[in-house]
């Protein structure tokens, strides 16, 4: 049952960013706002993939030049390999921190889209009694933090991509796993950080409910793999997970304040259930 309960919520997590998708489009003026950000980040992650691509040749020898001396056929099999795995570390770490970085210059531009898709359900939270500079300076460390944890994963992505068979099978959907999953963390933390569940929390609130957030960041992940998937969504992917956040992740902190032993039940409590829970 409790498998079932969880492939049923891998469903509902990619629903979300469908529904995400659906609210952007009843309301274009919000969609072609959320655009200006993603465009600017675009340019200059664009550039420096493109320089990469550009010069993929050298990087692979450079990353392989324990092959300088193996035969002809080997050496170039390792480079192109090495080629491969090198673009899709790459390409994992620029989904991941487009997103960050996207949300992190964008944020009035993703606030306002988040506060709007809550009014239509009824209500946003109050905005936090919190200065300016203080929201900044803790963006920029979860931003280096996240930038941190991707280049690790990366390497380790890199590492196992040269492993024939398993770098071109098991890799790709690791990644795609991980990926999500940091991504779904960081579109909701727009909604969450104004229920103030900041970085430990909303990973820990992530972690119980696990499937549905890797079913909305596999989604994600594989809706921004589309050219230029990731600036055209983005918009409808905030939405989605300010939707999620409102109706699962952070149910039990809006509306109202919750007495301590539901806040501390916050994972698993449902809309219905907070709402039960009020009127005890």
């Known amino acids: 049952m409790e498998h079932q309960s969880s492939f049923k919520d891998v469903f509902a997590g990619a629903g979300y960013l469908l529904r995400g998708i659906g609210w952007v489009a009843r309301h274009p003026v919000q969609w072609l706002f959320g655009l200006i950000p993603a465009l600017i980040v675009l ?124 770098g071109q099978t098991v890799v790709p959907l690791a990644a795609a796993c991980v990926s999500g999953y940091f991504l779904a963390g960081e579109l909701s933390s727009v909604a969450l950080e104004r229920r103030e569940v900041l970085r430990k929390e909303r990973f820990a609130r992530m972690k119980a409910n696990r499937p549905l957030v890797i079913g909305f960041g596999v989604a994600t992940f594989a809706l921004f793999l589309v050219p230029l998937g990731a600036v055209l969504a983005m918009p409808g992917a905030v939405a989605g997970a300010t939707l999620m956040v409102r109706e699962r992740l952070g149910a039990d902190r809006w509306p109202g304040p919750p007495r301590p032993a539901e806040w501390r039940a916050a994972p698993q409590v449902r809309p219905e259930q907070w709402q039960q829970g009020r009127d005890r």
């Open 43 to 166: 340019l200059v992650y664009g550039t420096a993939l493109g320089f990469l691509v550009y010069n993929i040749g050298d990087v692979a020898g450079w990353a392989t030049w324990f092959a300088d001396d193996w035969s002809e056929g080997v050496r170039r099999a390792t480079r192109v390999i090495a080629g491969i795995a090198v673009l899709g570390a790459s390409v994992f770490l620029a989904i991941l921190t487009f997103t960050a970085v996207t949300l992190m210059v964008g944020d009035p531009f993703y606030e306002a889209i988040a506060v709007r898709v809550e009014d239509s359900r009824g209500g946003a939270p109050p905005e936090p009694d919190e200065p300016l500079m203080s929201q900044i300076g803790r963006a920029i460390k979860d931003a280096l933090l996240l930038g941190l944890v991707a280049v690790g994963f990366a390497v380790t992505f890199f590492a196992c991509g040269l492993i024939p068979g398993v």
